[in-house]
Antibody, heavy 115, light 112 residues
């Protein structure tokens, strides 16, 4: 059974940083593209970033380029999202997801950016 | 960016009746490998999203056969043959052909 467990969310001030983690199990992590998708309170889904299985290619939505960095550690079956220069509009539940076409989702971790 | 436009945004349906959601993309979703990467997701209240359909018309494991997907190019449809109470939630289409990936606005299905 595929399991994706996010952690690292919380309350952070505008301009601050946070690192999200996702522990993956139940599949061969090193063979899959991985994604981060977010959902602001009461809003729809927004794709944030993807990373290739070997980490050699990364893609981002324009609104986070230069501020967020997606990475992975295949030896630890883990996915990360380093978020810097956070803004109020980054407040959302962040989901870790498997695949380019998002076959599986984690339960999400809430990031709140507020002073 | 590819804009995904869903309609309707709100869908009241009587139990046992069919339902249909449209998703139109601003560009063709046919990829260079010949596949069309159009996905449908269901998000029940208080839950994470769940993929129902991938590559236009392929049902994911465990998805009831009352759900079906169709379409081509820029025009796609999700159909529920007979709505059940557990189908309440928000449905999203998402394209996986172009960067950045983009979602539709979501269609809220409720029981009339």
């Amino acid at each position: 059974e595929v399991q994706l467990v996010e952690s690292g969310g919380g309350l952070v001030q505008p301009g601050g940083s946070l690192r999200l983690s996702c522990a993956a199990s139940g599949f061969t992590f090193s063979s899959y593209w991985m994604s981060w998708v977010r959902q602001a309170p009461g809003k729809g889904l927004e794709w944030v970033a993807n990373i290739k299985p070997d980490g050699s290619e990364k893609y981002y939505v324009d609104s986070v380029k230069g501020r967020f960095t997606i990475s992975r550690d295949n030896a630890k079956n883990s996915l990360y999202l380093q978020m810097n220069s956070l803004r109020a509009e980054d407040t959302a539940v962040y989901y870790c997801a498997r695949g380019n076409n998002i076959a599986d989702w984690g339960q999400g971790t809430l990031v709140t950016v507020s002073s | 960016d590819v804009v995904m436009t869903q309609s309707p945004l709100s869908l009241p349906v009587t139990l046992g009746q069919p339902a249909s959601i449209s998703c139109k993309s601003s560009q063709s979703l046919v990829y260079s490998d010949g596949n069309t990467y159009l996905n449908w997701f269901q998000q029940r209240p208080g839950q994470s999203p769940r993929r129902l359909i991938y590559r236009v018309s392929n049902r994911d494991s465990g998805v009831p056969d009352r759900f079906s997907g169709s379409g081509s190019g820029t025009d796609f449809t999700l159909k529920i043959s007979r709505v059940e109470a557990e189908d309440v939630g928000v449905y999203y289409c998402m394209q996986g052909t172009h960067w950045p990936r983009t979602f539709g606005q979501g269609t809220k299905l409720e029981i009339k």
